[in-house]
C-alpha cells in the first residue's frame, strides 16, 4: 500500500485506534465519531481528526467515520494481515512474563524463539516457545524474526545488541534501563519504566486533571 508519511506522534497512536476500532466492530458498529474514539482512547478529537486526515480518511460531519472502511484501513497501514514474528533475549522475571503472554490478543504477533545464557533453561519451553542459548543465535534465529524483545541485564545488553546486528533483525525493543548504541540499519525503542513513570509524575504535577 502506497503511504504518505506520517508524523511519528501520530504512527505511535495508530495501534491504540486500530485495536478499539476492532472492537467497535466486532460489536457490529458500524459508525464512530471522533469524540466516541476520543473518549475510548483518551486522545482528544481534534488530534484525532488531524491524524486520520494524514491517511485521507475522513469523517463526514454529523456521521462520523465508517468503523469497516477504517478497520481495513488500518489493517493494512500497520501491516496487520502480515505476521511479526518476535525473538526474546534473556528469560528472567520479565522475559517469562512475555513469553507467558506472548500478545494472546493479538494474533498476528507471536514471539517464536528465545534466547538465553542460564543451562537450566536450555532446552526448555515456556508456553510452547522453546529457549535455546545464545551462542547458538545466530544458527537458529529464523530468517523471517525482524524483531528482538531484550530482558537481559543492562551490563549485558550492548554485547547481546551487537550480536543481534550480525543478523536478519532490523527492530529491538530494549526493556533494559542501558542506552544502546546501534548501526544505521537497526531501529531501537527503549522502554524504561523509571523515565514512564517520572514523565507521569510530571505530568501530574503540571497538568493536574
Ligand atoms: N523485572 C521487571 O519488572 C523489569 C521491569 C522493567 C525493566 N526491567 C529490566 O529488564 C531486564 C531483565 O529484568 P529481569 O527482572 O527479568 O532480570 P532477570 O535477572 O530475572 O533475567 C535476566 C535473564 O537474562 C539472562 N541473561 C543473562 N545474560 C545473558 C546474555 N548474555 N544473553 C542472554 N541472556 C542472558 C539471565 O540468565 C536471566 O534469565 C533488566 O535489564 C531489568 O532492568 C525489568
Redesign the pocket.
Known amino acids: 500500500m502506497n503511504q504518505p508519511k506520517i508524523p511519528q506522534a501520530t504512527a505511535k497512536r495508530l495501534p491504540l485506534y486500530y485495536r478499539f476500532i476492532k472492537n467497535l466492530s466486532l460489536s457490529g458498529k458500524q459508525r464512530v465519531s471522533s469524540a466516541e474514539l476520543s473518549e475510548a482512547v483518551k486522545v482528544d478529537s481534534a488530534t484525532i481528526r488531524r491524524d486520520f486526515s494524514y491517511f485521507g480518511a475522513l469523517g463526514k460531519k454529523g456521521y462520523g467515520y465508517n468503523v469497516n472502511y477504517l478497520l481495513s484501513f488500518f489493517r493494512q497501514t500497520l501491516d496487520q494481515d502480515d505476521l511479526i514474528s518476535v525473538a526474546l533475549?534473556?528469560?528472567?522475571?520479565?522475559?517469562t512474563a512475555f513469553l507467558n503472554y506472548n500478545f494472546t490478543k493479538n494474533n498476528n504477533t507471536k514471539i517464536e524463539i528465545a534466547?538465553?545464557?542460564?543451562e537450566s533453561?536450555i532446552g526448555t519451553k515456556i508456553s510452547g516457545v522453546p529457549i535455546y542459548h545464545?551462542d547458538d543465535m545466530e544458527k537458529e534465529l529464523p530468517e523471517n524474526v525482524k524483531l528482538a524483545i531484550l530482558?537481559?541485564?543492562?551490563h549485558?545488553?550492548q554485547?547481546?545488541t551487537d550480536r543481534l546486528a550480525t543478523t536478519a533483525i532490523e527492530g529491538i525493543l530494549n526493556?533494559?534501563?542501558?542506552r544502546i548504541n546501534v548501526p544505521e540499519h537497526i531501529r531501537i525503542h527503549h522502554i524504561d519504566?523509571a523515565v514512564e513513570l517520572q514523565t507521569l509524575v510530571y505530568f501530574l504535577k503540571h497538568y493536574p486533571k
Open positions: 533475549i534473556g528469560v528472567g522475571n520479565l522475559g534466547f538465553d545464557v542460564d533453561k545464545l530482558t537481559v541485564p543492562s549485558v545488553a554485547a547481546v526493556f533494559t534501563p542501558a519504566l
